[in-house]
Nanobody
Framework: QVQLVESGGGLVQAGDSLRLACTAS????????LGWFRQAPGKERAFVAG????????SYADFVKGRFAISRDNAKNTVYLQMNSLEPSDTAKYFC?????????????????WGQGTQVTVSS
């Protein structure tokens, strides 16, 4: 069983930056593909960014391209989401997810493990 714990959310102003972190339990972190998703009230959970085994294998939703960056540190069992130029529309609860996969997975139903989420609120 893999447990994921997110951190780094908070209340910021438009234009600010935040870095989310998600730390996983278990010795096989490097064999997991990881993803960040977000869910705003009344909306479905949406893919934000994903990373495969290799740090060079990444994918981003169109609405965050050029602003967000996903990375992983296998030595720390942690995946990060650097969020820059935040906008009020980025307000949501952000979740990290993991699945045993080589490549990036963008569909939430294909992930096996989920964290509890961390709230990001961006004021205008």
């Amino acid at each position: 069983q893999v447990q994921l714990v997110e951190s780094g959310g908070g209340l910021v102003q438009a234009g600010d930056s935040l870095r989310l972190a998600c730390t996983a339990s278990g010795p096989t972190f490097s064999t997991f593909a990881l993803g960040w998703f977000r869910q705003a009230p009344g909306k479905e959970r949406a893919f934000v960014a994903g990373i495969g085994w290799s740090e060079s294998t990444t994918s981003y939703a169109d609405f965050v391209k050029g602003r967000f960056a996903i990375s992983r540190d296998n030595a720390k069992n942690t995946v990060y989401l650097q969020m820059n130029s935040l906008e009020p529309s980025d307000t949501a609860k952000y979740f990290c997810a993991a699945v045993r996969s080589l490549g990036v997975i963008t569909v939430p139903q294909e992930y096996d493990y989920w964290g509890q989420g961390t709230q990001v609120t961006v004021s205008s």
